[in-house]
């Protein structure tokens, strides 16, 4: 079972910036598409950037400009560089990866979520 643990998240002042890191383990598996997610309190969760096994990006809007995602396949590790952060990015972070695990099976993992909190 391929387990997820992000680090990074915190408290930063409203401008400021936090790089979020999500590895992934757990034996042998190839991974193909990374994202990050997040969820605000009373909110549904949503995608925030995501990036395939090719490098394609993609972006919510509210983030586009000020979030870059990357990913460094030798360490199956994805990451969330957030510049210009605002109050309304404060939310709970989760990162999101799916792949092959070695036996053929498609799995689908997710993180235990990191808090983001910015204060105005």
């Known amino acids: 079972q391929v387990h997820l643990v992000e680090s990074g998240g915190g408290l930063v002042q409203s401008g400021g910036s936090l790089r979020l890191s999500c590895v992934a383990s757990?034996?042998?598996?190839?991974?193909?598409?990374m994202g990050w997610y997040r969820q605000a309190p009373a909110e549904q969760r949503e995608l925030v950037a995501a990036?395939?096994?090719?490098?394609?990006?993609k972006y919510a809007d509210s983030v586009m400009g000020r979030f870059t995602i990357s990913r460094d396949n030798a360490k199956n590790t994805v990451y969330l560089q957030m510049n210009s952060l605002k109050p309304e990015d404060t939310a709970e972070y989760y990162c999101n990866v799916d792949g092959l695990s070695a036996t053929g099976l498609t799995f689908y993992s997710w993180g235990q979520g990191i808090e983001v909190t910015v204060s105005s």
């Open positions: 990036i395939t096994g090719a490098g394609r990006t």
């Open positions: 757990g034996g042998d598996f190839t991974i193909n598409d």
